[in-house]
């Protein structure tokens, strides 16, 4: 019987290292979805008597913290298409693992979506009378996906998107950055939420920066085919493209930002005194594990 066991455990362990990542950033973007939709979910069904602003930019910074604890030891933990083109464009990572892991962050994101709209099913049937809105005082579309305030430009959202996008990976280069302050390896992923908190409570009045491709995109489709409709589409005057553009864009520009003004100017230090520092401070490998 003991034999038996370990056979089958050994038939569902993953010998490729590269499967092993994609399977671990689907996991990982699928809880930051349902637990950061989740936020937006409660307190939009609940009509604010149950969570609001403060909840949902607490709530979902602190699901991407999650998500990264859960996925950051073998992926990296990226959970955003737009990170993971960062990291390939400043060679951090291989250019083939691209579409594995983009791939699984997509799929993650709509499960995830998927997966909140079953938990909350009733309350979305009794929410507007069975109504799936995407518009008015009624509206649930915005749980899933950002959509513009009346007032922003295509312009201004796209401006709006690659700038919060920027400080997002700024930040995020000088976190891993060991010759910068640096943080303990175990703490990154608490720091990155912080920084999102910020983010959130300062750029996101115009359309709640998604700052994430997967994040959007996949939860708006999902909207579509779930009885919103494809109109998820043509809202705020065609908005849907502006999180899947400006964050890729925004995020070689914030990652070309840090290594201009920062990495580039570090001083070489000695060899002798790097290895010594490395041997005392193993946690300044962090560059390679997360990024």
Excluded at 160 to 170: C, K
Excluded at 244 to 251: E, I, M, S
Excluded at 266 to 285: G, V
Aim: hydrophobic letters at 50%.
């Amino acid at each position: 019987m003991e034999q038996k066991k370990k056979s089958l455990k050994q038939r569902l362990v993953l010998k490729s290292s590269l499967a092993k990542e994609t399977l671990s950033e689907f996991l990982g973007t699928f809880i930051m979805i349902v637990l950061g939709c989740g936020s937006v979910a409660q307190a939009v069904l609940s009509r604010g008597h149950l969570g609001g602003a403060i909840t949902i930019n607490i709530g979902f910074p602190m699901a991407v913290v999650m998500a990264i604890y859960v996925a950051g030891g073998v992926s990296g933990g990226h959970v955003n298409p737009a990170v993971t083109f960062a990291m390939c464009f400043f060679g951090r990572m291989e250019w083939f693992k691209f579409p594995f892991y983009v791939g699984a962050q997509f799929l993650g994101a709509f499960v995830g979506a998927a997966t909140l709209f079953g938990i909350y099913y009733d309350a979305f049937m009794s929410f507007a009378g069975g109504k799936l809105l995407i518009v008015g005082e009624n509206a649930t579309a915005h749980i899933f996906a950002t959509y513009p305030a009346p007032y922003l430009s295509l312009v201004n959202a796209l401006a709006d998107e690659v700038a919060a996008t920027m400080f997002l990976l700024i930040v995020i280069f000088a976190i891993f950055d060991s010759r910068n302050l640096g943080i303990p390896k175990d703490l990154a992923p608490v720091v990155i939420g912080l920084l999102i908190v910020v983010i959130a409570s300062s750029l996101g009045m115009n359309s709640s920066c998604a700052m994430n491709p997967a994040r959007d995109l996949s939860p708006r489709l999902f909207t579509a085919l779930a009885g919103w409709g494809f109109e998820v589409f043509t809202a705020g005057n065609n908005f849907w493209w502006i999180p899947v553009v400006g964050p890729l864009v925004g995020a070689v520009i914030g990652g070309l930002i840090y290594v201009l003004f920062i990495e580039i100017h570090h001083s070489d230090p000695n060899p002798d005194f790097e290895a010594e520092q490395l041997e005392d401070k193993p946690e300044k490998h962090e560059l390679n594990v997360i990024m």
